[in-house]
């Protein structure tokens, strides 16, 4: 293990970032293989690309690419977010084959946005929740209520896996 602990909100960005590609690294493989977080992975890919698929067709991607891309500090992806970011939410992503963005591209803003938006695929509860008053007036109520009930799949999904890699990772199943 390298010099820091699991589970610490006193650990910048980087050393989180370091330490879920060392728990993937020790871990990846036999995390993969577990069946019940294989079964979790594969519903929480789909429901990820459903939420994208859901903001897409309302507008949301475009409004919040906008937003987060013009407006100085990221709108509401300014620096400093991602130190809300674990260990675990980043293994999740590395999990899913995909990478962690390490470089920030303009200083206020947080150091996954992109020039087109988040580049992060599995993101913290507050990132797939948050709906400003931009988001909440383009939609109609409906599309609300269904932007929502995907948001809470997604949610639910991450929670889950968040607590089964956890107590994997805690109990070193796999050591
Ligand atoms: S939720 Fe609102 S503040 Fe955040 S990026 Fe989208 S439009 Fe901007
Ligand atoms: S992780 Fe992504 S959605 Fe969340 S604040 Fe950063 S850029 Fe925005």
Known sequence: MPGFSLYSNELSIEKKIALAEYLWKKYGKDLAADSEIDRLLGFYRKEILRSYELMEKFGVVTECAMCATEVPGGGCCGAGIEDWYDEFVLLLNLLLE?????????????????????????????CINYLCSRITDLLSPAELTALRAQSGKEIFLCWQLERILRTRVNNSTYR
């Open 98 to 126: 995909r990478k962690i963005p390490t470089k920030r591209l303009k200083k206020k803003d947080c150091l996954f946005l992109g020039t087109t938006g988040c580049r992060l695929f599995a993101r913290h509860h507050f």
